[in-house]
């Protein structure tokens, strides 16, 4: 597997693996499945895992512990805070609006060490910016964790220009994580330029577009109950029927290279920059197989330019109103 940077100090496969679908989302599957799949990524040197303390909530984190045992030094591991979380009295957990208080961040922070059964987080993101708390009081207590050596390296996930520019004012920010791919492109026209020259390294989440940009999601009704993609503007019939033909002209152009569609799409994000790592996400071996594969295909710029040309106009929006509220900020 190519390795690739995350800001100056982390060297991380070139491509990585979202944990997040395996516990969280998108229905989940049984841990042991699970646990043979992230076995199967160290053999392959898929070894820049991302899971969150609210994919679970905390489900995930316990997971990806499970499979650290014994393997730690062969993994780079991101996992995010943000949200105010509360426990309810029959064990469950709810999401309840965004907290960056620093002695949020201090707590989540040991509560994720031990999930996650390490001494060390590789790479810290804060998961949303939060509004009543300024950046740098949050990145101040995020760089304390960095001095105390309980984190490594520091990372944002949709956060907008300005508040990428204070943050990294307080502390180098190694990476930023935002939703990129042929699918949506917003981070081409400000937050690419700003990482370049910032030094700050992107991590593409949803780089496969959420499975449509696969080739093999094609309906809504193909989605479990539970999947909260059900509820996003692009999964609605009308929109997934309209993107169908983007599709359709993504896989065309794969055949031709004798690549599969979700591979081709993952090489025109690591062509856009160097510094570009995604995470796909991938609950079963062979998906996890095919997406590693992508980071040995070299496009050309024509090819690069063609690509993004004739998949450029996607029907529906990425979230919802309120969900995209808490973007750019």
């Known amino acids: 597997m190519h390795q690739r940077k995350l800001g100056s100090d982390l060297t991380v496969s070139a491509i990585g693996l979202g944990c997040m679908g395996m516990s969280h989302g998108y229905g989940g599957q049984d841990e042991a499945e699970s646990l043979k799949t992230l076995h199967r990524a160290i053999e392959i040197g898929v070894t820049f895992w991302d899971t969150a303390e609210v994919y679970g909530p905390f489900k995930n984190e316990e997971l990806v512990g499970k499979a650290l045992k014994g393997r730690r030094d062969k993994v780079t591991v991101a996992?995010?805070?943000?949200?105010?979380?509360?426990?309810?009295a029959d064990g469950t957990a709810a999401t309840n609006g965004t907290d960056s208080r620093p002695e949020h961040v201090r707590q989540v922070a040991e509560e994720c060490l031990s999930r996650l059964g390490i001494e060390t987080?590789?790479?810290?993101?804060?998961?949303?910016v939060d509004p009543d708390v300024p950046i740098e009081e949050t990145v101040g207590?995020?760089?304390d964790l960095v001095k105390a050596g309980k984190v490594r390296a520091l990372g944002l996930s949709e956060a907008g220009p300005d508040t990428i520019r204070r943050a990294h004012a307080t502390h180098p920010i190694a990476a930023l994580q935002n939703e990129y791919s042929l699918f949506t492109r917003d981070p081409e026209d400000e937050i690419l330029p700003l990482c370049a020259?910032?030094?700050?390294?992107?991590?593409?989440?949803?780089?496969?577009?959420?499975?449509?940009?696969t080739g093999s999601l094609t309906s809504p009704d193909q989605l479990g109950e539970n999947d909260f993609r059900r509820n996003l503007p692009r999964f609605q019939a009308e929109a997934m029927a309209?993107?169908?033909?983007?599709v359709e002209t993504l896989k065309s152009l794969a055949e031709a290279r004798g690549v599969t569609a979700a591979q081709l799409a993952l090489a025109w994000l690591l062509s856009r920059r160097d510094f570009i790592v995604p995470i796909p996400g991938a609950r079963k071996i062979k998906h996890l197989e095919e997406n590693a594969a992508a980071a040995d295909?070299?496009?050309?710029?024509?090819e690069q330019a063609e690509i993004g040309e004739k998949l450029a106009h996607v029907a529906g929006a990425r979230y919802r109103p309120d969900q995209l509220a808490m973007t750019g900020r």
């Open 197 to 213: 020259k910032l030094g700050i390294s992107l991590v593409p989440y949803s780089p496969l577009g959420r499975g449509q940009l």
């Open 141 to 143: 207590a995020m760089a």
């Open 121 to 128: 987080i590789d790479l810290f993101y804060q998961h949303r």
């Open 79 to 88: 996992t995010k805070f943000g949200f105010r979380i509360d426990r309810q």
């Open 242 to 246: 309209a993107n169908a033909a983007l």
């Open 297 to 302: 295909i070299r496009l050309t710029e024509a």
